[in-house]
């Protein structure tokens, strides 16, 4: 015998601990949904997306009982037969299935002369051949390949296992030529990558603070404006009494003056609180640890940001230096994200295209040098600061010399306007410029509301087109599953094999990524597998372990392992308090085969998901069922398996 190595073995330790994260789930995706009133012929339709899945148990269970219950097509019978027999060979029927074969094959409800009855004759005839080495296979052949494509395609994937004989190896180099063929097809590298991408949500973004000013804001600039008018207006009226004409002319230099200097003063002012503000918000922030649980919503957020952030630093710069001069706009932009969306329960999944989208446009604003440009924008002209200034220099000059001359004219009654009008003034000015700063901030921050809703809404939209042809299900399914086929073609060919050499074959996928994402109702799939391939001939059982990346389409073959039979002691699936399955394989020796089929933690139900449904669906996608029932009964027979097999079978 040839071991699978000199101790214990575990396929998973390439992939090392995958950890638990939360995965992508389609919501939106109702592929394996069903309403509970559903008629035979939408429980048919279902079973066929099942097929389509991989799903063969649960397609057969749906289609099966579609046509009992009165949904007799020809399309219906043709995919009942192929759901029956799928990936598995005569030996592996129970009795029960045996008798549904010869009972759906006796009926040949063959009533139609479309592309779906020629199909169904073909799979008639492919079935009676099985046991017939006499049948013609040049005109079996010709029959397939006369198909239509749909059909031809379908027979292929499904009854390559089943056949025996030279007709079994026929009909395997058809469907491996047919897999090379489409494995890749579809822009499988362009598109797969989107499978694991979730339904993106709505950008969001921070309203503008609304103006609040309080009540008694107002009320002191009305009460202190009226005041300084009335004081000021009766300092005039003193010159004009007194006939105080150079004093008069001063004093209309000083309201003058006093306009210019409001004006000009409070837009200097704005400007140097707004930049003020900008500062405070693109400055250097102070690393702080974050108080958030592990895996919730707020370490989910940051996590993204501090990944985007360290992923897309500008060309030419080093990534310490980036983000220690971003770490103020890290802070702000990740505040806003967290306030925004926290209490909407959408994932940061969702939303971390916002997030990525958002720090590319702070690298390209560095690249640009436009991302400290506001303090360019907002710094104060010097005209604005003169004029604000010289105004300021005529209020005075002009005030004191007109209240001179009304003090010369009427002492007391000047006196007590003059202390009115720096009183009111002073009030009045302090209340309208905190009332026109307020009102200022908010036209620019809704301003630049506008301005970046308007760019996260395109970026937004360019982001659902790029997801427009994301694969579904059944494409993810099809590709996993040409995948396989290459893989059992290099055994074939490694240990010089024919199919018909082939008593059954069995596949185990596990995951080798953290990357996961399914459809409501469907089971996860992975960017990255690891494939176990067990191969049963008469002289025992083949091994290969492979590494299968989806996106890319790429296969290694890590380990190959010979042993007989005989030294096949227990197979098994273990299942941990945490809800993680193990299968394992042992062998007399005491060495171990363990293969991590499901991690912990994979219920994330949706609506109308029942408990366990999850699990379920990602063990029967895997073939971890398959293989449990052809392992299991090498493990208790040895060889005597395969020889009560085909006695049942030959029944």
């Known amino acids: 015998m040839t071991a699978p190595g000199t101790s214990t073995t575990n396929i998973a330790e390439d992939s090392a601990h995958i950890g638990v994260q939360a995965g992508t789930v389609h919501g939106d995706v109702h592929t394996y949904m069903m309403s509970a009133d559903a008629s035979p012929e939408e429980k048919f339709e279902l079973g066929v997306r099942f097929l389509d899945g991989g799903r063969t148990g649960r397609a057969w269970t749906l289609i099966d009982e579609a046509v009992m219950n009165g949904y007799s097509t020809d399309r219906a019978h043709f995919y009942r037969l192929l759901a029956l027999v799928s990936g598995r060979t005569r030996r592996e029927l129970s009795k029960e299935e045996v008798a549904a074969l010869g009972n759906a094959q006796s009926r040949r409800p063959v009533t139609g002369d479309d592309e779906w009855a020629e199909g169904l004759t073909v799979v008639h005839r492919l079935l009676d051949s099985a046991q017939r080495p006499e049948a013609d296979l040049r005109v079996l052949t010709k029959e397939i390949d006369a198909l239509g494509a749909r059909?031809?395609?379908l027979i292929l994937r499904h009854l390559e296992s089943f056949l025996e004989g030279p007709l079994k190896d026929q009909v395997w180099r058809q469907a491996w030529t047919l897999a090379e063929a489409e494995r890749m097809a579809g822009s499988r590298v362009d598109r797969v990558w989107k499978f694991f991408q979730p339904t993106p949500a709505r950008p969001r973004a921070r309203e503008p603070r609304p103006v609040v000013i309080p009540p008694s804001i107002w009320v002191q600039a009305v009460a202190a404006t009226a005041v300084f008018a009335a004081a000021t207006v009766h300092i005039g009226y003193l010159l004009v009494q007194a006939g105080r004409i150079s004093a008069l002319l001063a004093y209309l230099l000083s309201v003058i003056g006093g306009f210019f200097c409001a004006r000009d003063g409070a837009e200097w002012r704005f400007r140097v609180v707004r930049r003020r503000a900008k500062d405070k918000t693109y400055g250097t922030a102070r690393q702080r640890e974050s108080n958030a649980p592990p895996g919730g919503f707020v370490r989910n957020v940051d996590r993204r940001f501090d990944y985007y952030f360290a992923k897309y630093v500008p060309r030419g710069v080093d990534r310490e230096v980036w983000l220690a001069a971003t770490a103020g706009i890290r802070r702000s932009m990740r505040d806003e994200v967290v306030e925004v969306y926290r209490e909407t329960r959408v994932g940061a999944e969702r939303f971390a295209w916002l997030i990525r989208h958002r720090v590319g446009e702070v690298r390209a604003h560095w690249e640009k040098g436009t991302l400290w440009s506001y303090r360019e924008e907002l710094a104060t002209p010097p005209t604005t600061k003169a004029v604000a200034v010289l105004g300021f220099a005529a209020l005075v000059a002009g005030g004191i010399w007109a209240m001179g001359g009304a003090v010369s004219a009427d002492p007391l009654s000047a006196a007590r306007s003059a202390l009115l009008v720096a009183a009111g003034g002073w009030i009045a000015a302090r209340a309208w410029l905190r009332i026109v700063l307020e009102r200022r901030r908010h036209a620019a921050d809704a301003l630049e509301y506008e301005q970046n809703q308007k760019a996260d809404e395109a970026a937004f939209t360019r982001w659902r087109a790029k997801l427009a042809d994301k694969p579904g299900d059944g494409e993810m399914a099809t590709w996993l599953d040409c995948d396989r086929k290459m893989l059992l073609n290099k055994a074939l060919r490694h240990y010089r094999l024919k199919m018909s050499n082939v008593i059954a074959h069995a596949f185990i996928e596990a995951?080798?990524?953290s990357a996961r994402a399914r459809v409501r109702g469907g089971p996860w799939r992975y960017k990255k597998y690891q494939l176990l391939l067990f191969?049963?001939?008469?002289?025992?059982?083949?091994?290969?372990?492979?590494?299968?990346?989806v996106e890319r389409g790429s296969l290694h073959v890590r380990q190959?392992?010979?042993?007989?039979?005989?030294?096949?002691?227990?197979?098994?699936?273990?299942?941990a308090d945490d809800g993680g399955r193990t299968f394992e394989l042992t062998l007399v020796n005491g060495e171990d085969v363990r293969l991590r089929v499901l991690e912990p933690g994979m219920e994330e139900l949706q609506q109308g998901e029942l408990p366990g449904t999850v699990s379920e669906a990602t063990l029967d996608a895997s073939g971890i069922h398959h293989t449990l029932h052809v392992l299991e009964g090498i493990a208790a027979e040895g060889k005597e398996w395969i020889r009560n097999t085909d006695a049942k079978g030959a029944a």
């Open 535 to 549: 191969l049963l001939t008469a002289d025992g059982i083949r091994q290969l372990t492979a590494t299968l990346d």
């Open 560 to 575: 190959r392992a010979n042993y007989r039979f005989e030294v096949v002691a227990a197979v098994r699936v273990s299942q």
């Open 151 to 153: 059909q031809h395609t």
């Open 511 to 513: 995951p080798a990524s």
